[in-house]
């Protein structure tokens, strides 16, 4: 008769019907719930909205407000990588990390994959581990001190023998942390939690490739970005986690058909939000979240987020991910996955969109992706207006370095056009977009040639990079 979910924004009621919903609980106690606070809601709807309120997302109006929000790029640039004078210098994934525990008062909710935030959870004493370990103490003791204690949720990918997340043990069983694991192979078959996302008091957040990892900080390099006072943003992307919430804190839970209500947005590629960055100039900003799944109703699917940025750019695109494969690789049998590499051969050769890639390149790097990133650039000037370049990332390493496990690499995850920013958690492979979360954030120009924006930021952060002497030709 009625739907439960599209009613009016943001009520606890509504809320806890569709989770309850969610659970198949008592159908007609559930029932005379509902119209009970049906009947509430249209009563103060009707005195408070005089408009038809049960709206589709596409019917949405548009929102055209233009959202404070300060945000800044971060990064972690590894121990003993330098570049130039003057080059482009941001935020420290740790002093990022530092602020928005200082600024937390009652809530973060990180949504992680797994945690190694010690030296000794990686069976090596470092003092590189020390900025790690300062944050993750600040995180226990949020055991102990009742009074200014925050309420921390965690949401994690299952441990394994790799990654027993003994730090989440630990943040639990001191009572400073509730924490939640999700389990892909049981949703999807195959897949992780892949998705870095720090969420305080639903206004100032993280985003980045950085995983709760000492080793982030000081040994990998890392992109992301830091929210702050960007309550619009934060409440969108709080959306997110609240799914991975959902379905690690109820051990049945499967993946919805339709998600509810609360879970959706009105913020997408389509209709983006307008956020007034750092009281300086005006951007276009979304959330894209993977895999498709996981997405309620007018969420960007972050492939999509990718396809569109790459098919909407006019000049150039440059894009600096760890690993690149036109490949689903997690599932028995290899596939052959191109919707990103056709996306790049369409933009270069029917655009003359100039296209730089930045891959990885690591001791447990795969020989085949250089097969695979030749063939693109092998396009180069096929005709004369077609362009590929392709370099190498390789982050130097010292005796010393060396004995750390999984570290030295350059483990960025963003792309950069004439038009748009995208940061996100992914590797460029199918698994990442069909079995594995991650999420992106999509910052956009609303002018051409604007001096000063995020995007900027970041082209100038690959410029630096593509520049450097870490930066080593395909060949
Ligand atoms: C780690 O190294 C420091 C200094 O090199 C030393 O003082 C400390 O005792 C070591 N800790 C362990 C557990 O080995
Ligand atoms: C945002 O950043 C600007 C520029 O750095 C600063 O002047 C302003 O106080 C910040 N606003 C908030 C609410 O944090
Ligand atoms: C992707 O990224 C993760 C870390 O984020 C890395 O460990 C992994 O080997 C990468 N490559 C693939 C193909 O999954
Ligand atoms: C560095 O690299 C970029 C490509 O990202 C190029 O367009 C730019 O001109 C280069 N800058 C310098 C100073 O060499």
């Not at 990390?97 to 190694?116: E, M, N, P, R």
């Not at 078959?189 to 996302?197: D, E, P, R």
């Not at 995208?422 to 977009?433: K, L, R």
């Amino acid at each position: 008769m009625y739907k439960p979910h599209p009613l009016v924004n943001h009520e606890d009621e509504v809320e806890n019907a569709s989770d309850r919903n969610m659970q198949r609980g008592n159908v007609h106690a559930l029932q005379m719930f509902l119209l009970t606070t049906f009947l509430l809601l249209f009563l103060a709807g009707s005195v408070f909205h005089p408009k038809p309120f049960a709206l589709k997302s596409k019917e949405l109006p548009h929102d055209d407000t233009k959202y404070d929000c300060n945000i800044t790029l971060v990064e972690s640039i590894p121990i003993g990588l330098n570049y130039t004078p003057n080059s482009p210098k941001f935020m420290s994934t740790i002093e990022a990390w530092q602020q928005l525990l200082d600024l937390s008062k009652t809530s973060l909710d990180i949504g992680s994959f797994y945690w190694t935030m010690r030296g000794e959870d990686v069976g090596i004493n470092e003092s590189s581990a020390k900025p790690g370990e300062e944050i993750f103490q600040r995180m226990l003791d949020n055991g102990k001190d009742i009074g200014s204690k925050i309420k921390i949720r965690i949401a994690q990918s299952s441990p394994s023998s790799v990654s027993p997340n003994m730090d989440t043990k630990l943040l639990s069983s001191f009572g400073a942390a509730e924490v939640v694991t999700l389990d892909f192979p049981k949703y999807f078959g195959s897949g992780i939690l892949h998705t870095k996302l720090w969420i305080v008091d639903g206004k100032h957040f993280y985003l980045g490739s950085a995983n709760m990892d000492w080793r982030a900080l000081t040994q990998i390099k890392e992109m992301g970005v830091l929210g702050q006072n960007c309550p619009q943003l934060t409440t969108d992307l709080a959306k997110i986690f609240k799914a991975y919430w959902y379905l690690g804190s109820n051990p049945n839970a499967r993946v919805p058909n339709s998600w509810p209500y609360e879970y959706k947005t009105i913020y997408n590629s389509e209709q983006p939000m307008l956020l007034n960055v750092n009281g300086a100039f005006i951007m276009q900003a979304y959330a894209s979240s993977s895999p498709p799944p996981l997405s309620a109703d007018g969420r960007t699917h972050d492939l999509d987020a990718i396809l569109n940025t790459i098919n909407a750019a006019l000049k150039f695109v440059h894009i600096a991910v760890m690993d690149y494969y036109p490949l689903t690789m997690f599932e028995s049998r290899i596939k052959y996955w191109s919707a990103i590499d056709n996306a790049l051969r369409t933009a270069a050769v029917e655009r003359g969109v100039a296209v730089k890639m930045l891959i990885s390149w690591w001791k447990h790097s795969d020989k085949s992706m250089d097969n695979y990133l030749r063939s693109l650039q092998d396009l180069t000037m096929s005709h004369r207006h077609v362009d590929i370049q392709i370099r190498h990332f390789i982050v130097p390493a010292d005796q010393n370095q060396e004995r750390i496990p999984y570290a030295r690499v350059n483990h960025n995850k963003y792309m950069v056009t004439d038009r748009v920013a995208y940061i996100g958690t992914s590797n460029w492979s199918g698994d990442y977009f069909e079995t594995t979360a991650g999420v992106g954030l999509v910052l956009k120009d609303t002018l051409p040639a604007m001096s000063d924006s995020i995007r900027k930021d970041l082209e100038g952060v690959f410029d630096r990079d593509w520049n450097s002497t870490y930066a080593h030709i395909l060949i």
